[in-house]
């Protein structure tokens, strides 16, 4: 049977796909399948055909995206799906008592339908709100600070009501006197709302005329100058990367600004976007301007439903003023931004990976050479950066250099966002000068210490995937070279204080259920190595652990590290390697008396 599609439905499916070159249009599939899971509830038979006839694609094209991203089902869910955040932060806090309440008040297991095809409840993975912790998300609303009461009070009033009301972005919170905020400096100046209005106002969008009257080299120059590393997780120094970028290949340069934020522990652009969105769509016209782009694509994680709105509000707004479009400014440059909407699985945040997905394509990164600067998206020349660099780049143009040189420390030059969740008093995101803080001076006086009575355990620097620093290592500096001597790295910013009463080898399954998770399967040492350390994990949890487990669990990570195609095998790696190195003898006692004899 013919797939019924409303008009304006259709109407907006034809206008998405004119946003990606016509040889192309695949592109545009992701996009299409939220639309039609968001009217139909799944996506059957029909839709796949629907879709895969709009695009010009097998109907094993669609299906296999289906299976590969966690937010599409191709089996009917309840009107309402609860997604419980099972993810380290939120599990630090407490999110098991909210799942195991849910799902009695339900009468259902995870994924399954309740019997008014009302709800399904299912666990998902870091929702990019580790500060405010545990969360869950309802269709497209975030539910934050949650308790097994406030959860279950949530359900009965979408029960009683038949509607989920519409969660308000909570209110920006004011620096500390130690943070020196320039990317949030806005956030709480008396009624900013982050519109076009208000950020003209505060002086928004003043590099975008210098830059246009400047020649792109000597952009791409000053932005070199001021040393500005990458903030997505490897610290790369942008102006660098932007110089790689091959010329005269008769080819369209692409700009792709990378706003997936999927690293656990990680919620700083989640701010930048929400708060702050032509800051970071000024940073992408200059730098599309720079690098020679005259189309740049935001790709955001499906889990941030308003970011996107936001965004897409921003961009309309920004090309009617007329800092987007065709001939910026009378200037002769012609720039367009589209939004591209993931749809889960964190390997989309890897550059390759998010370059195929944004092809419309599984997210399975790419061997390099050849690295994106010469093959990237649509096999052309591309750049792409994380949002919190882009967002620095109006600051640099109409600063200058020197001046952004002055922040910060040789090697870390800028303010850096770090977002903090776990056992402190004030969990959140800081901005502030890298190298002029201490780990310890975060915790002990930004976060206002750790929560009463508790005693520090250790420290995640940067994500998940970064080596934890115990809790005599904390007074090192915050800047990438201080973290990398320490053994670790500034990675992606997202922070998580474990205290004394944190079971370390549960954290370690938490974190290794993760990376299992969100292995693509590319890499037999990346996909069955991490397997082997959740089911090993699973094992000594609960008490069937040999003593011979705790080095057999060390190799085994130590057998993915550097054998994979892309750094998630580090990823998955580093953090078993560091866990068991550190905090040894728990694993030991945990070991102590089992016989292996349960597999898992
Ligand atoms: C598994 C994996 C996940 C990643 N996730 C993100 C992410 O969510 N956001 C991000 O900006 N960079 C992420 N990165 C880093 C990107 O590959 C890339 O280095 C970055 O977007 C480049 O931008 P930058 O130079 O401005 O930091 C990830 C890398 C890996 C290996
Ligand atoms: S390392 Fe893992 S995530 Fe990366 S390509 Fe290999 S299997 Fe996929
Ligand atoms: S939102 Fe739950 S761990 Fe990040």
Sequence with gaps: ?????????????????????????????????????????????????????????????????????????????????????????????GCGGILERLKKKLGVGLDEKTSDGLFTISTVECLAACGTGPVMMVN??????????????????????????????????????????????????????GSMDDYVREGGYRSLPKALGMKPDDIVAEVKNSEVRGRGGAGFPCGMKWSFLAKG??????????????????????????????????????????????????????????????LARAIEEARAK?????????????????????????????????????EGKRAYPRI?????????????????????????IPHIINNGAAWFKELGV??????????????????????????????????????????????????????SSMPVLKADQIDVALDFESLRKAGTMAGSGGIIVLDDTVDIVQSTLNVAQFYAHESCGQCTPCREGTLWMEKMLHRIRQGHGR???????????????????CPLGEAAAWPVKAFVTKYRSEFEAACKNGNGSKKH
């Design 140 to 193: 497209d609303e975030l539910f934050e600070n949650l308790t097994p009461d406030a959860a279950e009070t949530i359900i009965d009033r979408v029960k009683a009501t038949g509607k989920l009301e519409q969660q308000p972005l909570p209110k920006p919170v004011a620096p500390h006197p130690l943070e020196k905020r320039v990317l949030l400096a806005n956030l709480t100046k008396p009624n900013y709302t």
């Design 368 to 392: 390099k050479p050849p690295f994106p600067a010469v093959v990237g998206l649509f096999g052309c020349p591309t750049v792409v950066n994380n949002v919190e660099t882009l967002s620095n």
């Design 547 to 565: 003593p011979e487990d705790v080095d057999l669990l060390w190799d085994v990570a130590d057998n993915i590290d550097g054998k994979t195609i």
């Design 1 to 93: 049977m013919a797939l019924n599609v409303a008009a304006d439905l259709e109407k907006h499916v034809d206008e998405i796909v004119t946003h990606y070159p016509p040889q192309h249009k695949r592109a545009a599939v992701l996009w299409l399948l939220h639309l039609l899971q968001e009217q139909f509830g799944h996506l059957g038979k029909e839709q796949v055909e629907w879709t895969a006839t709009k695009l010009g694609l097998q109907p094993i094209n669609v299906w296999e995206l289906i299976t590969f991203y966690p937010m599409f089902t191709a089996k009917p869910r309840g009107k309402f799906h609860i997604k419980v955040c099972r993810t380290l932060s939120c599990e630090l806090c």
């Design 322 to 358: 007329n800092f987007l479009g065709k001939n910026i400014l009378g200037k002769g440059f012609d720039c367009e931004i589209y939004v591209h909407r993931g749809a889960g699985a964190y390997i989309c945040g890897e550059e390759t990976g998010l370059i195929e997905s944004l």
């Design 249 to 310: 290949t008769g080819k369209p340069i692409y700009l792709v600004c990378n706003a997936d934020e999927s690293e656990p522990g990680t919620f700083k652009d989640r701010q930048l976007l929400h708060y702050e969105p032509h800051q970071l769509i000024e940073g992408i016209v200059v730098s599309c301007y720079a690098v020679g782009a005259h189309v740049a694509y935001i790709y955001i994680r499906g889990e941030m439903p308003y970011g996107a709105k936001i």
């Design 410 to 463: 040789p090697g870390s030059r800028g303010t850096r966002l770090v977002c903090v969740s776990g056992a402190v008093k004030r969990p959140g995101y800081y901005e502030f000068e890298m190298g002029k803080l201490t780990m310890r001076q975060l915790i002990e006086d930004l976060c206002g210490g750790l929560k009463e009575g508790r005693k520090l355990k250790g420290v995640i620097p940067g994500g």
